[in-house]
């Protein structure tokens, strides 16, 4: 089944700063939030979405993502370096079903953590936490 495209009343919203989709079942492309560029906070806890889509990396003023929940989530090579101004990042599974790190997430979340004031991450045994983190 092909799901909508987020509605045009927020896809057109230029005065957006804040969206929780907590728990929301995300019956749309969640791309399309990519687009949102004056987005400061983006909460998808629990949402099931299972891939971080590229163009949240467009999000240049997001400072805080929340990811809690989000099981068996893979985050595109890329994403996490373009988000310069986040602050806060929480990564957490509420089972052993972890979001999927790969190499380069592993560099990127290392980047990442120079300017974070905030990372709530849960690693599990296979996945392997990241060296040199900055706190």
Sequence with gaps: MKYPLLPKSLECSTK????????????F?????????NLEVLNF???????LP????????LKL?????CVNLRIDDGVLNNLVNLEELYMRADDEKA???????????TELSKHLSALEVEFF???????NMFF
């Design 45 to 51: 806890a629990n949402c099931g979405i299972r891939k």
């Design 99 to 109: 979001i999927r790190f790969i190499d380069s997430n592993h560099a990127e979340l």
């Design 54 to 61: 590229s163009k949240i990396g467009n999000l240049k003023k």
């Design 125 to 131: 045994e296979n996945s392997g936490i990241p060296k």
């Design 29 to 37: 492309d969640c791309s399309a939030i990519g687009e949102i560029l």
């Design 16 to 27: 957006l700063r804040t969206l929780i989709l907590h728990k929301c079942l995300l019956m």
């Design 65 to 69: 993502l929340d990811l809690i929940g």
